[in-house]
């Protein structure tokens, strides 16, 4: 039987060199937007609990150092409703005088707050402070998040 002649395939492909450089460019500019991305909602997280913890008045007292937040295992993070003073006392949204409708204004803090994921680890993870894993049946990881250096950071 005699041997076929190769077929010419349907498209051609160039060496790759070019487009593997693109593909990188195109991943560093991704990546760059989402950290970018998660120092803004971080900003916004922070700007959040000021103005719920001081009655929408920037300007007032604000004795808040920390905010707990907590991933389930899914790899985005909430905002619970714990939160430290500068003595180190804990603290709910839920018990805190002069806050009305604390779950809704977790819920509306949370919006923002579950934005950041696993892609946004290295923004978010150098303003922990500590970890503590919890297993009572329902295994899920809280972060003490500091809130002096969020408030600090660039928004870009």
């Given amino acids: 039987m005699p041997n076929p002649e190769p077929q010419r395939p349907p498209y051609s492909v160039p060496a790759g060199l070019l487009e593997r ?3 990188y460019e195109a991943l560093t500019a991704v990546h760059a937007a989402n950290q970018r ?3 803004r909602i971080i900003v916004v997280i922070a700007a959040g609990v000021r103005d719920l913890l001081a009655g929408g008045r ?3 007292p604000l004795d808040v150092t920390h905010v707990e937040l907590a991933d389930e295992g899914s790899g985005t993070l909430y905002l619970t409703g714990t939160y430290w003073t500068a003595a180190g006392r804990q ?3 839920d018990s805190t005088e002069g806050i009305e409708a604390a779950e809704e204004a977790r819920a ?3 919006e923002w707050t579950q934005c950041l994921d ?3 680890f290295e923004t978010w993870n150098p303003l922990i402070t500590s970890r503590q894993l919890i297993d ?3 295994v899920y990881c809280t972060y003490r998040f500091d809130l002096t250096k969020a ?3 660039s928004l870009d």
């Fill in 37 to 39: 991305l998660a120092r």
């Fill in 151 to 153: 408030a600090a950071l």
């Fill in 108 to 110: 509306g803090l949370n």
């Fill in 136 to 138: 009572d049946g329902y």
């Fill in 58 to 60: 920037p300007e007032a």
């Fill in 21 to 23: 450089a693109s593909v």
């Fill in 91 to 93: 603290r709910t949204f």
């Fill in 118 to 120: 696993g892609r946004h």
